[in-house]
């Protein structure tokens, strides 16, 4: 059975939303805001996931962007925003659909079955298609909570600054995939960057020290000489 997650905050929508699914055998859970979604897309990780941009607590665009980090479900946005401006914004974050509100319900129940085979159709199921087995990421040193953007280690939270979080979030999303320096210099630090390799070295150093059993013979954070970075789990 196909498990879709409403994220709509306007109750009276998400109630047809939900009501219409659930008569077409679809399992369905929904959420009124991000926090509420994020939580349930590590819980009960969905099939596909539909999603309204006008949120309460944090912009759809943000949403997106935070759930691609860890999870690769097809991402169908229903919004009352259109204009071009918006749509390419949340293409290009993630969303792999956009409807504009109001939507007949046999044209949305059509882009659900679309999206739905597209995801029979690929080697790899959105529920075990993110880059990391599920939310939770667990090392013998380390653990990352990539819904929470929160690392412990030895029963404490470690601190990391914005730029280490976003190096670390990249490589853990690709576990033992090389990952090369342009791209993580382009990623984190942006196109003007892209030979700053320094960079990339004095902030994988920060990271073995907070994160390493011993970081001058690190398990985890390896680095491919001249070519880029690793994480093995």
């Given at each position: 059975m196909t498990r879709v997650l409403v994220v709509?905050?306007?109750?009276?929508?998400?109630?047809?939303?939900?009501?219409?699914?659930?008569?077409?055998?679809?399992e369905v859970a929904a959420a009124h805001d991000a926090a509420t979604a994020l939580r349930l897309a590590a819980t009960e990780p969905p099939d596909v996931i539909l999603l309204d941009l006008g949120l309460p607590d944090m912009d759809g665009i943000d949403l997106i962007r935070a759930l691609r980090g860890w999870n690769r479900a097809p991402v169908l946005v229903l919004?009352?925003?259109?204009?071009?401006?918006?749509?390419?914004?949340a293409l290009d974050v993630g969303a792999d659909d956009y409807m504009t509100k109001p939507f007949s319900m046999g044209e949305l129940l059509a882009r659900l079955r679309a999206a739905t085979r597209?995801?029979?159709?690929?080697?790899?199921?959105?529920?075990t298609g993110t880059g990391v087995a599920g939310a939770l990421v667990t090392t013998d040193d380390f653990t990352v909570d990539l819904v929470a953007k929160k690392v412990r280690r030895g029963g404490r939270d470690i601190r990391l600054t914005p730029t280490e979080w976003h190096l670390l979030e990249i490589l853990i999303c690709n576990p033992g995939v090389l990952v090369g320096q342009q791209r993580l210099l382009k990623e984190v630090w942006g196109p003007?960057?892209?030979?700053?390799?320094?960079?990339?070295?004095?902030?994988?150093?920060?990271?073995?020290?907070?994160?390493?059993?011993?970081p001058s013979h690190p398990r985890h954070l390896i680095t491919e000489p001249g070519m880029g970075y690793r994480f093995e789990p």
């Amino acid at each position: 059975m196909t498990r879709v997650l409403v994220v709509e905050d306007d109750a009276q929508l998400a109630r047809a939303l939900v009501i219409n699914l659930k008569a077409r055998t679809y399992e369905v859970a929904a959420a009124h805001d991000a926090a509420t979604a994020l939580r349930l897309a590590a819980t009960e990780p969905p099939d596909v996931i539909l999603l309204d941009l006008g949120l309460p607590d944090m912009d759809g665009i943000d949403l997106i962007r935070a759930l691609r980090g860890w999870n690769r479900a097809p991402v169908l946005v229903l919004s009352a925003r259109s204009g071009s401006e918006d749509k390419i914004r949340a293409l290009d974050v993630g969303a792999d659909d956009y409807m504009t509100k109001p939507f007949s319900m046999g044209e949305l129940l059509a882009r659900l079955r679309a999206a739905t085979r597209r995801l029979e159709e690929s080697p790899a199921h959105a529920r075990t298609g993110t880059g990391v087995a599920g939310a939770l990421v667990t090392t013998d040193d380390f653990t990352v909570d990539l819904v929470a953007k929160k690392v412990r280690r030895g029963g404490r939270d470690i601190r990391l600054t914005p730029t280490e979080w976003h190096l670390l979030e990249i490589l853990i999303c690709n576990p033992g995939v090389l990952v090369g320096q342009q791209r993580l210099l382009k990623e984190v630090w942006g196109p003007s960057h892209s030979t700053k390799t320094n960079y990339l070295r004095v902030y994988m150093a920060q990271l073995r020290r907070k994160l390493e059993a011993d970081p001058s013979h690190p398990r985890h954070l390896i680095t491919e000489p001249g070519m880029g970075y690793r994480f093995e789990p």
